[in-house]
């Protein structure tokens, strides 16, 4: 099993940034990839970013490209989306994924 806990979301004004992380535990030799969703009320979950968990390119939707970095610090097993430029559309829950696996994700709420 793999267990996912986010953390960082929070409340933020129109053009401000947050930085998510995604702390990972159990068996994370068996992951492939890791990504980020987001979920907006009254809408489905969403692509956000990804990238393959042995290395290689990160992937972005549109929306988010140019104004989210997601990152990885092997030794402390956490993924991180550093998200700058934030617009009150980006207002979500936001998910950590681990192939099949999820977290219960941390909300964002940004202002206008």
């Known amino acids: 099993q793999v267990q996912l806990v986010e953390s960082g979301g929070g409340l933020v004004q129109a053009g401000g940034s947050l930085r998510l992380s995604c702390a990972v535990s159990?068996?994370?030799?068996?992951?492939?990839?890791m990504a980020w969703f987001r979920q907006a009320p009254g809408k489905e979950r969403e692509f956000v970013a990804r990238?393959?968990?042995?290395?290689?390119?990160?992937y972005y939707a549109d929306s988010v490209k140019g104004r989210f970095t997601m990152s990885r610090d092997n030794a402390k097993n956490t993924v991180y989306l550093q998200m700058n430029s934030l617009k009150p559309e980006d207002t979500a829950v936001y998910y950590c994924?681990?192939?099949?696996?999820w977290g219960q994700g941390t909300q964002v709420t940004v202002s206008s």
């Open positions: 990238f393959a968990y042995g290395g290689g390119s990160t």
């Open positions: 994924s681990a192939d099949n696996h």
């Open positions: 159990g068996r994370t030799f068996s992951i492939y990839a």
